[in-house]
Each structure stands twice: as structure tokens, then as C-alpha cells.
């Protein structure tokens, strides 16, 4: 999020797109290559500046290795500092040029990964929950600084098969950073993960914040959050609306301090319905 609070923007670099109705018809003719299913999903927010984008682009057009990633024009590399994203990429459903760069600069890294089922298929690693970020594009024209955060997931089985449904929630505090992720399980034990991590990485277990339900989005997409007891969370913008996924700017009281939150809503059942999977290749062409 910018620090005027009028922007905001995500970015996830895809090897094996969870979300991609590609991979899963891959997936169902037998093993498939997730370095056939790459992609970059950037999406801006603000008032003069909302782009989408995520293309899918096969094994011929990514090259990787331990510093940079390359998926077709665009490309993501990590000097050991900080992490440079040079964006290069064709907005939908209206086909405009999304080109700009990206610079994160974490104050300390984290080495800790967490489990998020009980069989161990299924990993978080919260990688920089504090970092400075600038923002620079050409199309749209932006620029903006503000307070980011930079994580990984990674796993051995696709996520419809182990969740119903999760919810993720980042707060920026001024003692550091406070997550929330609580995922829902297809069969076992349903797990809440609440860390406090300071702008060293040192991390901190700590009880689970009040669960705070939430109005549901448009497409009747349930959402809660995390905060104090006796408060109350308000949704300041709903940022994604999709059929099975929900990406919310939040207000809400954390340890005792008034904090902007960045929240993240998953239905994995909805994800699975056929009239979903049809619509998707609309939000993600593949090249």
C-alpha cells in the first residue's frame, strides 16, 4: 500500500499457476509441468491506475535461476538486497500495456517456513514481512513509496484437494508486522498461524487475534478477519471481487493500534465449480 493510503498493488510470480484452468486440464491427462504453467499476476489499485494481468506463458518462454526469473517480457531478480521487478506485460479484459518497475527492499529476512496442512504437502515462508517499496510505471503513469511485504508458497498437491477455503490478513503496525492465516481443511485438523514479526525478522508466535466476520463480496464470497476483542474490522475497499476469491483493504484494531490490513479470502469449493473453471481463461489468456 502506498503511504497516502490512495494506491496499492500485488504481485504474484507463478511457477505451476494454482489457478490455472490450463494446468488443471493438464493435470487431469497425467504429471504436468508446472514450468509449463508460469505466470505473472500484477494488479494495481487506485483511483486513476486499476490493471489486471495474468498471462500464462509455457516452459519456452521462462528461463530461472537462483537470482532472476523470466516469464516472457517481464522478469523478477534478486541481488541479495533487495528484489527488482521489471513489469512488461498486456492488461484484460481491455488489452492495455502494464509496464513499470518495482523495488522491494526488506529490513531483515525471515528463514522460517510454516506447514499448512497436517500431512506436510503444503508450506509458507513469510520470506520479508517488512519492506520499503517504489513503484515506478510508465503505463499507467505512477509512482508511488510505501510499506510492502514479501512472502512464498509452495507445495506438493493442488490446493482444492486439501482446503475448502482459507483467510490470510497482513496488518503494518508500527512494532513490525502482524499476520493471520487461518486455512479450513478438506479432512483434519483446520490450523491457525498468528505471527508478530519485527523489522528485524525476529518472529513471534502469538494468540490468535478475535475472529470478526465480514460482509460477504458481491459474488457471496465468505470473508473474516482478525483483531482485537470488543473492536470492529471495517472493510475500506474491496480491491478483487472474483467468484472464489476475494482481495479486501481493511480497517481494523490491532494489538492495541489502529492499522491498514491487507486481507486475502479463498473458496477452494467455489475454485472447483465447472462454471468457475469456464470463466477463468477470460482472466487469464495463456500465450
Known sequence: MSDDGRFGLTIIAFVGSVFSPYYAWARRRGPADPENHCALNVALYGARARRW?????????????????????????????????????????????????????????????????????????????????????DHPDLHWRGDGYFDINHGDAPLERDFTSWQWSRAATRTGTVVSYDTVARAGVDKTIALHVDPDAKLERIAPLLESPLRKTLWRVDRSARADADTSVRVVSTLEDAPFYARSHLAARIRGEDAAVMHESLSLDRFQMPIVQAMLPFRMPRW
Open 53 to 137: 494481468s495474468m498471462t500464462e506463458r509455457s516452459s519456452r518462454a521462462i528461463a530461472r535461476d537462483n537470482q532472476r526469473f523470466a516469464v516472457g517480457p517481464s522478469h523478477l531478480e534478486w541481488n541479495g538486497r533487495e528484489l527488482m521487478i521489471e513489469v512488461n506485460e498486456v492488461t484484460v479484459p481491455w488489452p492495455l500495456p502494464l509496464r513499470g518497475k518495482v523495488r522491494v527492499v526488506p529490513t531483515a529476512l525471515n528463514e522460517i517456513a510454516f506447514t499448512l496442512d497436517a500431512e506436510g504437502r503444503h508450506r509458507w515462508q513469510p520470506i520479508a514481512p517488512c519492506c520499503r517499496v517504489s513503484v515506478d510505471f
